[in-house]
């Protein structure tokens, strides 16, 4: 199954499988929406897969986990109106092809992918090296369980371009870390790191080094491995009735996000954005993005 | 706007509004039913003002944040039969003035203004250095976000006096600490400091000092003041549909509270309480209430 | 009503009940049939005891609060056909007697009692010094309050086996430690000592020494055995209103450890597993049942 993913590599340990989310195609790792696509296809893939007893996620990139949510649209394929019109505003380049009403509604499907994955019946277990945020984020939400080395640092700044996180940050955030927690982390935007985030609760453990974490992840999941799977799934599905947001909410999430990014204020905005990271390539700027979405404010 | 409050001070600071709770009445800063009215028109109007991007509370008074409800009875206002009676019990001067049954349903009320608050498009930042006790604490849960310095208590000991809460506290608290923690907090009426309150996730953040405190929220404040309104709205009601109390568990509060009000033991004890906290107004019995509260049954 | 217990020793201490659960039969204190339906007995009479207002349950024996649930047919009484088919997998010796199809379902028996316990009037918590695993630990998820020593751990191990807790672990823990430290802790059947559990919110507090312990929750006890019954109760009804999982996930635990049980290879497990513990005798085995059930798959 190896073959059919250009952003994912897969490798089997046993009955681990392990991913590594690596976009070659850029530096800071961004969620592209071929990433989702083939999240998709290989969560289908996994719902009846019991030659797989436990997933473990990771990412490819030496320097992010994931750095957001790719925004630059695809000509052809994933141009939609909203980005065509983020990057109008923005005096940018209009990437060839016109825009495509009936695009993917990118929102909507990470999310359904992501709360698919939160009902596989094999545990889910998130290392996290680097910067997580935005979509990095909302897939690591939906994760099982998440571990996290000192590098790490957690983010939904959707906020702070006016818009909704889309795909699960506000849905999810608020049953990990409570309410008052994830209202400052949603609203101002702000990093967590990983020892901040151990003692909300959000990653099960944090780890001084990578190879610590490493070590501990996959003593837990080989002995997670041992066990019959029927079982395992059996304990995930309770847990996961009585935590997870429901599908209304993580749909009216992705309508906020549509609503949100049509306003002229928005796609402003996201215009600036784009255009201040070097269309998303700076590694500077997006290793900083908390600080940088304050310049749009001339702060 | 400010005009018309009696008991709360407004200051607006760019498109952040600091609000300072101060009963000038009392030098425990009793929080009166005024307080609540008071409140009921402020966020009436904050609901459709747009120049407010955050709100900040704050107490006037050095000692305390709020005491606690104030049931001692206002003539011709709220004098409630339960108030009446409380006095009468304790062999305390009753006002003038017959007792009105169609007096405001206090606890039923402040609910509804505290839910209110915790519906508003706009974050509501606390920020804690006294005792917040009762009613106070009861506020407090219903904001979004709650900072502590070194001085902060909180207490919800309704339960001390065979009562219920009423307006929030037990509604609230399970869903910021826990089944396990919130039922030693409530059924034991102990304060718990701000250290503990951060550990417990209850204030996102306790502080050494008020001034770094301050410092922190306003940084905090500022930022969030930056985003746009309809997007900072929209993720705040993401939230709160995952959690809040729903109005028939607030209304339940309430029920209860009056209920067990108008027992006879209870209704002594109240009194009770009034006499020896010399009409609410000793400012070494309200700092010590966990204690002074045993004392009522010899302990 | 002592003298109907024999699992069960009762003090009571003006209007505080100390339970001590001691089954004199087990070394390890196994959590007997019989144990759930004294217990069954002692909630059902605590129900309309107003001269009860605290209820503390400790463990009588030195060196375990509750192994786990004694699995071991007893002829003529519990002798379900599961058990029957564990001891023949293993090639055990079968009591005496027939299995009985008609026996008492112990899974969702045990739930039914802990769920009753969790809507008693009195506040009920639970002191707890040595390993409490399995039954053992979902007696205590269902307490109001939890307080551990430095001996303490926790565990449901029953995913190790294949199985399903069965009668509260995964639909009360995650209301207990969040979604993710749920997931390790029931997926990896690993302990969590006291100061861990009470890093992550589940014990209210953890303790040095047993003394100390004791110190604190019979000051606690004494302290809410002042207030009147009638609001405590008000309190924690609230309380549980808002955090217990429902009688119908609690009915869907029950089934799920019932069908997995019937599975051939859950079945061997059970088996193996009673046949190294010396028919659940071996001090040793059961104080490392983590480490010993890893054993079972050759690890």
Redesign the interface.
């Known amino acids: 199954m190896e073959a059919t993913y250009e952003t994912l590599n897969l490798i089997k340990d046993g009955s681990i499988l392990i991913v590594t989310i690596n976009n070659t195609r850029s530096e800071v790792n961004l969620f592209r929406q071929q990433t989702a696509v083939e999240l998709n296809i290989l969560i289908t893939s996994l719902q009846n897969d019991t030659s797989t007893k436990v997933v473990i996620f990771k990412s490819g990139n030496p320097k992010f986990f994931i750095a957001h949510f790719d925004v630059i649209p695809v000509p052809g394929k994933f141009l939609s109106p909203f980005c065509v019109q983020s990057h109008r505003n923005a005096n940018l380049k209009i990437p060839k092809g016109e825009p495509d009403p009936t695009a993917i509604d990118a929102a909507a499907f990470n999310g359904r992918v992501f709360q698919a994955m939160s009902n596989l019946p094999q545990?889910v277990i998130a290392m996290i090296d680097g910067p997580a945020r935005g979509a990095g984020n909302e897939f690591l939400v939906a994760c099982?369980?998440?571990f996290a080395s000192k590098g790490a640092r957690f983010s939904n700044f959707?906020?702070?371009?006016?818009?909704?996180?889309g795909s699960g940050g506000?849905?999810w955030?608020?049953?990990?870390?409570?309410?008052?927690?994830?209202?400052?982390f949603?609203?101002?935007?702000?990093d967590i790191d990983a020892e901040t985030a151990e003692r909300?609760?959000?990653?099960?453990k944090a780890f001084e080094t990578s190879e610590e974490m490493h070590e501990y992840v996959m003593k837990?999941a080989k002995?997670?491995a041992?066990?019959?799977l029927?079982?395992?799934a059996?304990?995930?599905k309770?847990?996961?009735?009585?935590?997870?947001?429901s599908a209304e909410?993580m749909a009216?999430?992705a309508v906020?996000w549509n609503?949100?990014l049509a306003?002229p204020?928005?796609a402003g905005?996201v215009g600036e954005f784009i255009k201040k990271s070097g269309n998303l390539t700076s590694v500077e700027f997006e290793l900083h993005v908390p600080d940088e979405v304050?310049k749009l404010?001339g702060?």
Chains 1, 2, 3 share one sequence.
């Open positions: 545990p099982d369980m998440r959707e906020g702070t371009l006016g818009l909704h996180p506000a849905a955030m608020p049953l990990h870390i409570g309410r008052g927690r994830s209202m400052e949603l609203l101002s935007g702000e909300y609760g959000y990653v099960n837990l002995r997670i041992l066990f019959p029927n079982g395992l059996s304990i995930k309770t847990v996961t009735t009585l935590i997870q947001p909410l009216s999430e906020e609503r949100l306003e204020e928005q905005l304050a404010y702060k």
